[in-house]
């Protein structure tokens, strides 16, 4: 089994290491600190299983996953944090390490995921996972770049087929995610949802404009006009104390 180490501690990764090189079926393909390393290194790689910190340099282990083309690799988590468990089995983890954990532990891990014959394929793009930082920032996978978007930057998003189209002053973003994820997990004192195609930040709103027949469409900071629907109005009436 080719396994990929992904922790920011050396001491960790260390003790990784030694519990692998005492099972003689796991092949150690390399080591990562920073989740923008380990991006590269697992589309790199292509290992069958990776020990994932959560809480890292530049990218978290969520953001991670996320990222990741190579969708049939297998996660362990290893963390010194009990408050990500559930998320952790939601994104599809064989097991989740809290640290300090001893060989007897790490071998038990190592048998679920030898136990799991089928691939563990994951969709984490469509699923509506509130990791550390998503009330933040977003993360975009561009080819060999990532954009890192800070939510204070974000003017509105537009849904486009099944993916969505994030703006902001310095451009436009794609990435492949659902505009209902983004109405649960965006903080919703700064943005608000206002047709099924668009969400927007309130504080990018410049004003409310009449439309034709008696409905009304928004005017942002930025020069982009969207309409407003029915249903929508009333929420962002009582948002704006309109």
Known sequence: MKVLLIHDEALARSILRNYCERIPTIEILGECENG???VKMIDEKKPDLIFLDVQMPKLNGFEVLELIQH???KVIFTTAFDEYAVKAFDADALDYL???FLFDRFEQAL???MAASIPNERNLNT???NYPDERQRIVIKDGEHINIIPLQELIYIEAYDDYV????NDGRYVKKQTMTHYEKTLPDNSFVRIHRSAIIAIDRIHKIE?????R???LLTNGVRLPISRNALPDLKSRLGW
């Open 127 to 129: 699923q509506a996972y």
């Open 210 to 214: 009449n439309a034709e027949k008696g």
């Open 98 to 100: 809290l640290k300090p």
């Open 111 to 113: 048998e679920k995921c």
């Open 216 to 218: 009304y469409q928004v």
């Open 165 to 168: 189209k994030l703006y902001t």
């Open 71 to 73: 969708t049939t690799t």
């Open 36 to 38: 923008f390393d380990a």
